[in-house]
């Protein structure tokens, strides 16, 4: 295991390398009052302005210095917060963002004191601050994991408990902070809400550097996290780590929502893990292609919503990014291609059509089967006899206007066709997806009867509900099982009586 | 088996009525004691009857608070609680929005539109609180997402949606965003009812209270069963989807009331904490209650005096004597941390250092037992009936210092005699040597006759059995065994008696 420990160092190492050098490019305290956005017009105050046309263009085209910057330091920020979310999300962990979204607040006021004592007025100093968070939203976690480790209270109050009591004690430090001249205009209440419209070069260059920190922290572990994430009991049983990458999973967590504080605001940086994540399960079931489908869509969120608020001044960005991407949620979870609803009802109004056709076909063969010569081949016997809708009725239990449907649409897609009014006869084809269904489900009877022990009475209904889901290769497996029992049948005799009107007649076909 | 019964047992016989009895004197004593302390500290640090107000305000929304919250934290959706406290904003949002553009209208009058703006804001958070659950519920049941991952991007969307209409349309609804989500206890305590001291949200907050408590009483049956299992709850005919809603609608109606003290997300910690620190105290739903009333007042009251003394103390000594106080609602939820902290370490059943001691008392006993056990083996198979401490540390496989502590124990309680540095067993102690022999070969008899298993399997389990062995189950097993003299190694079973 020597190799993960020394790719998660190195990954360490490269976040630590980034993180300094972030630092190191902003050699002097920032100047947050700075801002090329005109402030928002007072008249006509409960209107949405419009943008003229040139503002639009200007906008859409990144022409504008600050805004491209912005934008692009945000959708490498919500990239990240997708990926990592995908990880959280599959460990049903999702809301320890929100932990430590809020735990980072007495961070963020704590480093302000430490600096402003190490140099008057350097309390502003931006990565201070943010390493501040970090360490807060850490200690967090931990105090989550230590209050489920050792106490009784379950994981949603622990979270609920370490979420509130650090956030109180962050709204403390703040409230006495501002009485300091130099802290009630440091700007730090901007954490909370956020303020995407008023960031700096330098503030996207951290945001940046970090995120792409982060995404490569999370190729080089990309496998172990992976494991970890789909099962970490087997992970720890095969000598992997798991402590220790939880661990840094945590920390990449923080690290997104310590940069996230900046654009969004410490309350709704969780919904930048969150919702892409949820969103991208809609479209694959695949690990990797799901991480790059929350990439793009956190990522193309966030930039919408960045670009949104570049055109409405009045529209605050954090809400904006937010609610882009619970756009894209609403779409992904009706038209997502894996796992949308409109995917999800196609596929079962299929597979109901399908259990449908199969029941009236199997009905009308069971029915028609004491009437055949057993010596002959059954297909062909099976296509010159009509039936009606009457005689097929006790086959099954439905009722009548549901056979009727059933006969409609076996008959459309030519299954069975009408002989004359009422009479029904099957067609080739559905002689022949007859003979394997009822096979299937002999098949699946036998088997039952055979390896799970139960009573022949009562196979029937079991076998009603797999015999249409039964792969090729159990139906091979059952099928050499069956030639030993009955080697010069195609389908096996039922094990139990069928149940169908006494006295009914058979009609020969007159063609 | 019943060792564990047997345990209980013990454990209850100790603490016993005259204990009780000691403990509730004891108590009373510190209480008065903590009560004269406090007069003074309180007339030191400059108490007036603005901050009793303040105290009386944020007690009742927290205890008001702390009563849906019990049955959050029994039901495991404490989560809930957070999400709805930050649904709230756009449901008051909505709600004042509403009553502006009914005004407008002209169907409410001046006068009455700020009474109107109230009954819109609880009518708006009843209805978002329904509307977040089931919001929740259908994007978890259509899209299948998993339950905390459907919470988040509900609540964080509503929220968005809250903060934009709030910036779009400010001037109608004249809402600060800051002082929804952070609570202006200070000044919610200046707007008093007209010709009487007492403030406005203590009236508000005392009929929630009110409210709760009713329900509470009214319905304690039925969130009973349903916060502990929901599916018996259905059996029984109770709805348990619709005590849900229930419970989401009051939480919510209830936050609304409290965010003007507390503020909107300071809420989450009245409503979960008191009721997570009275969960480590309690097991009985009834007691569960009375608990998290009290720890809800009391970290009102510890929260507004530690805002009002603690930060002039901490912040001169850091160089900054402008820093006079602080939030009182933010020191509330780091009063009500501070007690769960405190009940997690000193609970007395649940707590940690309390399981310590057990588990520290437990294995003392059992090393004691064992020295006892191997005394009694040497004087059965040898003439050296007295063994030095290393020897004993050695033989049983410990440390020294518990053995040392174990075999002092022995020795003050008389079941072995110190002779020099070496301990032998005095006569009460070779008895309970001889019933522990006995259980141990018991035992080893009787997995040898029943599991089947080789001589060599039988030592392990039968050294861990031997200690909850009681005198009736050593009977029953004598019983089951017949006469059995030996044990399987072929030693002599020692009898119970003499």
Known sequence: MSSVEKRIGFALLVAVIYLGNAASCIAEPLDHSHSTRPPARSLSRDRLEWPALSDVKRTLLLRDYNTRIVAIGTTMLGAAAGIVGVFMLLRKRSLIGDVVSHSTWPGIAIAFLVMERIKTDGGKWLPGLLVGALLAGVAGILCTKLILRYTRIKEDAALAIVLSVFFGAGMSLFKAVQYIPSGSQAGLNHFILGKTASMVSADVWIIGEASLAILIVIGLLFKEFSLLSFDDKFASSQGWPVFRLDLSLMLLVAGVTVIGLQSVGLLLVVAMLITPAAAARFWSDRLGRTTAIAACLGGSGAFCGVLLSAMFPRLAAGPVIVLTGALFFIISLFLGVRRGVIVRIVTHRRLKTAVGRQHILRALFEYLEPHCDPAAPMSSQLVNHIVSANELLPMRSWTLKRLRHLLRTAEKSNFIAVVREGGYRMTNRGAELAHRVVRNHRLWELYLIEHADIAPSHVDRDADDIEHLLAADIVESLERLLSERYPHMTVPPSPHAIDSAPGSTIRQSTS | ?498
């Open chain 2, 1 to 498: 088996m019943n060792s564990p019964a047997t345990l209980n047992s013990i454990d209850s016989t100790r603490r016993s009525a005259a204990g009780r009895y000691v403990v509730a004197t004891l108590s009373l004593g510190a209480c008065l004691a903590l009560a004269m302390l406090l007069r003074k500290a309180l007339n030191v640090c400059g108490w007036d009857a603005y901050d009793t107000w303040t105290v009386v305000t944020a007690a009742l929304a927290a205890m008001a608070c702390s009563l849906p919250g019990v049955f959050l934290v029994m039901r495991r959706q404490s989560m809930m609680g957070d999400a709805l406290a930050h649904t709230t904003l756009p449901g008051i949002v909505v709600a004042f929005l509403l009553a502006h553009s009914l005004q407008q209208a002209g169907w409410i009058s001046s006068a009455t539109y700020d009474s109107w703006r109230h009954a819109a804001m609880f009518i708006g958070a009843l209805v978002i609180g329904v509307v977040s659950a089931v919001l929740t519920e259908w994007v978890q049941k259509l899209g299948r997402v998993e339950a905390s991952a459907a919470l988040g991007v509900v609540f964080t969307t509503l929220f968005a949606v809250g903060l934009l209409l709030i910036r779009l349309k400010a001037d109608q609804v004249h809402i600060d965003p800051d002082c929804v989500l952070y609570g202006i206890i200070e000044t919610t305590v200046m707007d008093t009812v007209p010709n009487t001291q007492i403030p406005r949200a203590a009236v508000v907050n005392g009929l929630v209270l009110l409210a709760n408590l009713l329900l509470v009483t009214l319905f304690f049956k039925e969130l009973r069963i349903s916060a502990f299992d929901a599916a018996i709850s259905t059996t029984m005919g109770i709805n348990s989807h619709a005590m849900h809603y229930a419970l989401m609608a009051v939480t919510a109606a209830t936050l609304v009331s409290a965010f003007e003290s507390v503020g909107s997300i300071l809420v989450i910690a009245m409503l979960i904490a008191p009721a997570a620190t009275a969960h480590l105290l309690t097991d009985r739903l009834d007691r569960l209650i009375a608990i998290s009333l009290a720890v809800a007042a009391l970290s009102a009251f510890l929260g507004h005096l530690s805002a009002i003394t603690l930060p002039s103390i901490v912040f001169t000594r850091l160089g900054y004597p402008e820093v006079v106080d602080t939030s009182t609602a933010g020191m509330m939820a780091v009063a009500a941390g501070g007690l769960f902290t405190i009940a997690a370490m000193f609970g007395p059943r649940y707590g940690v250092i309390s399981k310590v001691l057990d588990q520290a008392r437990l294995s003392r006993s059992i090393i004691a037992e064992d020295i006892l056990g191997l005394l009694y083996r040497m004087e059965e198979e040898s003439d050296a009936t007295a063994l030095a401490l290393n020897q004993l540390t050695a033989m049983i496989g410990t440390r020294t210092w518990p053995t040392y502590l174990a075999a002092r124990g022995l020795a003050a309680s008389g079941d072995v005699a110190v002779r020099g540095s070496s301990y032998e067993l005095s006569p009460p102690g070779r008895e309970r040597a001889k019933r522990l022999v006995r259980a141990h070969r018991l035992w080893e008899s009787y997995m040898a006759k029943h599991f089947d298993l080789p001589a060599d399997h039988l030592h392990e389990s039968a050294a861990r059995v031997e200690h909850f062995l009681g005198a009736e189950l050593r009977e029953e097993l004598a019983a089951e065994l017949e006469d059995t003299a030996e044990d399987p190694h072929g030693r002599e079973i020692p009898p119970e008696q003499g």
